[in-house]
């Protein structure tokens, strides 16, 4: 019902910014929480962050607080992540992901249904 397709990845040189697009088709994604994961390589897939269906609540993983900023224009359907003081340690490949409403903690990667194919991201040192 909700396909989600990631862009915007590709390689940058640490202290780099980029911004990751997630564009949603099928239905509104108005109703639903997104969130972004990633995976870097040999390790397990992890929450980075998420934007909650109205928009008014954002969470992050530690390590990417004060770096990383997501939000959602539900006028294009579209939610963005911009990844700014970007670290060797932030290369991994980045998933976007979408639930309808749920009582599950944002960090639960079970609660996810819909899910993009994920964008390449790399840091150099």
């Known amino acids: 019902q909700v396909q989600l397709v990631e862009s915007g990845g590709g390689s940058v040189q640490a202290g780099g910014s980029l911004r990751l697009s997630c564009a949603a088709s099928?239905?509104?994604?108005?109703?639903?929480?997104m969130a972004w994961f990633r995976q870097a390589p040999g390790k397990e897939r992890e929450f980075a962050t998420v934007?909650?269906?109205?928009?008014?609540?954002?969470y992050y993983l530690e390590s990417v607080k004060g770096r990383f900023i997501i939000s959602r224009d539900n006028a294009k359907n579209t939610v963005y992540l911009q990844m700014n003081s970007l670290k060797p340690e932030d290369t991994a490949i980045y998933y976007c992901?979408?639930?309808?409403?749920?009582?599950?903690?944002?960090?639960?990667?079970?609660?996810?249904?819909?899910w993009g194919q994920g964008t390449q991201v790399i840091v150099s040192s």
């Open positions: 934007i909650n269906w109205s928009g008014t609540n954002t």
């Open positions: 992901a979408a639930r309808s409403a749920s009582y599950a903690t944002y960090r639960n990667i079970d609660s996810y249904k819909y």
């Open positions: 099928g239905r509104s994604l108005s109703t639903y929480d």
